[in-house]
């Protein structure tokens, strides 16, 4: 069986967050889509293969950070029709759940066609085609549309017979802060039952290279806490469970990591943090408060930056999403960070914020950020960012954590300038 992972015509929806990767690799309580699938592929679904179908700027990314081909553009000389298991079409968007699993291996068996559907939207979550329905499609594709063989699947797939079953998607950004709290003990009890730690202390466990320094306050009471190899705890550290810390993350002396963190690998992080995502290689090892907020990657925060994740009104948060106002039902909500964005000292980030990518905050920030923005509202001063700035910033910045910066990085940095340009000209504020 071939298995796709697709992004759909609404993973737009959750920019910023995916402006700098495909929707399966954003970390929710810290599990990721992408490695569920590959252990599935490696292990209940054995002999099936995984590809992708991801926005075309993204394919060289795919390949060489989560070693995935790029789904073929047509049939091919019935090359996927000759599979006698078919294929099973999955949402780039799903929700990594534990509870997700047995949803798939089951779907995966199903001797005939079916989906499941997006309640809320109606958009296609999952679904099975076997190899007979798929020779049928085959031939009604060639003498079609010209779009791509993933996308016309996607679209058949709502006429097949509909599964009721209890699978969940992302549909905006704050969405994933949501499934973050709701899902992160039991994402760490998984990983402490499927990998090899040593528990330290009561609720404590730990990978090799594991230190933790003196005078740690340590708090197990509402889920375990998980520290993979090489993973630096400095002294007079509170920590509390659930949390999770990817491999040679440090945390700085003096910190509270609290409520149901998820750090990346090679993270830095000091401060406050709570209830809060930060992906690999961002820093905020300086004194400041960061929670109910997703962090991208290789972000720096200056030291004293704060957000707010509650409205003095202790009422629910509403946010915007370029011209879409909703009310998201929480009454904690953070901000969203794009990827490669810096803050400067004391920057101080409003409520339910959404910062794009490669954006530099100064003072107050106080309404959402477009990508490739310095931002300085409070000095009167507002400038477009320009991509090769960029590029040279992320070449010191790989160059600090030993990371190669390779054509397709710079690439990146170029492509996402041209995938954001509508969010700058909304306003007439941002100028050379």
Not at 125 to 130: C, G, Q
Request: aromatic content about 8%.
């Amino acid at each position: 069986m071939q298995m796709i992972c697709f992004e759909d015509s609404r993973v737009g929806q959750l920019n910023p967050i995916i402006q700098a990767r495909p929707a399966y690799a954003v970390t929710c309580a810290s599990l990721r889509l992408v490695d569920r699938l590959k252990t599935l592929v490696a292990g209940p679904l054995a002999g099936a293969s995984l590809c992708g179908a991801v926005r075309s700027y993204l394919a060289v990314i795919q390949k060489l950070d989560y070693e995935l081909d790029q789904a073929e553009p047509t049939f091919g000389n019935g090359k996927w029709s000759r599979d006698v298991n078919g294929i099973m079409l999955v949402n780039a968007r799903l929700v990594p759940r534990v509870a997700l699993d047995k949803v798939l291996v089951t779907l995966a068996n199903e001797t005939e066609s079916c989906c499941i559907v997006d309640a809320d939207d109606g958009s296609v979550l999952v679904a099975r085609w076997t190899a007979a329905d798929l020779a049928r499609k085959q031939s009604e594709y060639a003498a079609g549309a010209e779009q791509p063989v993933t996308d016309f699947l996607v679209q058949q797939s709502l006429a097949l017979p509909k599964r009721s079953v209890d699978v969940a998607a992302f549909h905006w950004p704050h969405d994933v802060v949501a499934w973050h709290m709701k899902e992160m003990r039991e994402s760490i009890e998984w990983r402490l039952a499927h990998g090899d730690y040593t528990e330290t202390a009561d609720g404590v466990f730990v990978s090799e290279g594991v230190s933790i320094g003196q005078y740690a306050a340590i708090n197990t009471d509402n889920g375990p806490i998980l520290l993979e190899q090489n993973v630096k705890i400095g002294p007079f550290c509170y920590l509390e469970g659930p949390l999770y810390a990817g491999a040679g993350t440090r945390v700085i002396e003096h910190s509270a990591i609290k409520d149901g963190v998820s750090l990346g690998h090679t993270v830095k992080i000091g401060g406050e943090v709570e209830a809060s995502i930060i992906e690999p290689y961002t820093n905020k090892q300086h004194h400041g408060f960061l929670g109910h907020s997703y962090a991208g990657s290789w972000i720096n925060l200056g030291a004293g930056t704060c957000n707010s994740d509650l409205k003095n009104t202790y009422g629910t948060i509403n946010i915007e999403y370029g011209e879409t106002k909703m009310a998201t039902g929480m009454q904690f909500l953070g901000c969203f960070i794009g990827d490669y964005s810096k803050s400067a000292i004391n920057t101080s980030i409003f409520t339910g914020k959404v910062i794009g990518v490669c954006s530099m905050l100064y003072g107050f920030v106080t309404s959402n950020v477009p990508s490739f923005v310095n931002y300085a509202r409070l000095f009167g001063q507002t400038a477009l960012l320009p991509a090769d700035v960029m590029i040279n910033t992320q070449a010191r910045m790989f160059a600090r954590r030993n990371v190669p910066q390779r054509e397709c990085d710079k690439q990146l940095i170029l492509d996402m300038y041209r995938q954001t340009e509508a969010e700058r000209e909304v306003t007439d504020q941002y100028t050379l």
